[in-house]
């Protein structure tokens, strides 16, 4: 399995002035980069995480899959989405932040039951808030 997690580069900065939006991001960040130490130990063969500027043709760095919506009349590119393809090709694509902390804390739920290792990753109130 590869995973990509992709965000916006000015939201894990705190740029955008939300610090909410900001403590999600870097709890996604964060537990991606723990997921991808210990990766093995759950069979995922890389994980990407790739910060997205405005201007960006999305930021694929690994997984050319982009979720994109409609607003203001232009197509827009989610800029913060999870993209997972497993060993057959399937791709699943994660574009909502709460599904994205959802999986992401899934998989260290995983990789806790297979090592002695403290994996957990200190969460903000807000996204400890989006998973209850």
């Known amino acids: 399995m590869r995973m990509e997690l ?25 537990c991606a980069r723990t997921i991808r130490e210990y990766k093995d130990l ?4 890389s994980l ?11 930021g694929a760095e690994a997984l050319s899959v982009y979720v994109a919506s409609i607003g203001n009349e232009q197509v827009q590119i989610n800029d ?8 057959d090709g399937n791709v699943l694509v994660y ?7 959802e999986v992401l804390t899934r998989n260290l739920d995983q990789i806790s039951e297979k090592t002695r290792q403290d994996v957990s990753v200190g969460l903000s109130p807000e996204s400890a808030e989006i998973l209850t």
């Open 6 to 30: 992709r965000v916006c580069k000015h939201c894990y900065n705190g740029d955008h002035g939300n610090p909410q939006k900001t403590a999600v991001t870097n709890d996604m960040v964060a």
């Open 95 to 101: 574009p909502e932040p709460d599904d994205v902390l």
């Open 48 to 58: 990407y995480v790739t910060m997205v500027e405005e201007g960006d043709t999305g």
């Open 42 to 45: 759950i069979e995922i063969d």
């Open 80 to 87: 913060t989405q999870l993209v997972m393809e497993d060993d």
